[in-house]
């Protein structure tokens, strides 16, 4: 992807996220922190595609509804597991559909798809192997952070 290209399509997400009431800064990660309403994008990473792919998962992150599980009264360690892959894998669906609806995802598809795929098998790996402490510790920091699909 070339320079103007990249230029337009980081003009086209900082317009939605505008538009959605989220504010960008860079760090030395990429995250949502939805009671701030910031989205953070890492510096590292400016630039270059992976950059675009992961601010399009942060926004997904940002639009994202309520958790079907959320609805279950005791949630158990599997409850939680679950909870937490819902959101991160829903981020990248909703990614997708902000990409096209700012005309974008034909740019980078196979890259979006390929960046999916992998941080998502990483993330449910270490999830499904994660003690219950971590995985209490990782939910309780969701809920902290009044992430919509933790209830």
Not at 73 to 84: D, L, M, P, Y
Request: aromatic residues 14%.
């Amino acid at each position: 992807m070339n320079k103007k290209v990249y230029d337009r399509c980081l003009g086209k997400l900082n317009r939605y996220a505008k538009k959605k009431g989220l504010t960008i800064y860079y760090s030395d990660t990429f995250a949502y922190l939805p009671q701030e309403s910031i989205i953070l994008l890492n510096k590292k990473d400016k630039g270059t595609i992976t950059l675009l792919l992961y601010y399009l998962h942060e926004l997904g992150h940002a639009i994202q509804n309520d958790s079907y599980f959320h609805k279950l009264k005791r949630k158990t360690i599997n409850a939680k597991r679950s909870i937490i892959l819902e959101q991160e894998y829903t981020a990248w669906v909703n990614g997708t559909h902000i990409a096209i609806e700012l005309n974008i995802l034909h740019l980078f598809h196979e890259e979006y798809l390929k960046e999916w795929v992998s941080a998502w098998s990483e993330y449910a790996g270490w999830l499904n192997k994660a003690t219950t402490s971590q995985v209490n510790s990782l939910y309780t920091s969701y809920v902290a952070e009044g992430r919509p699909p933790i209830g």
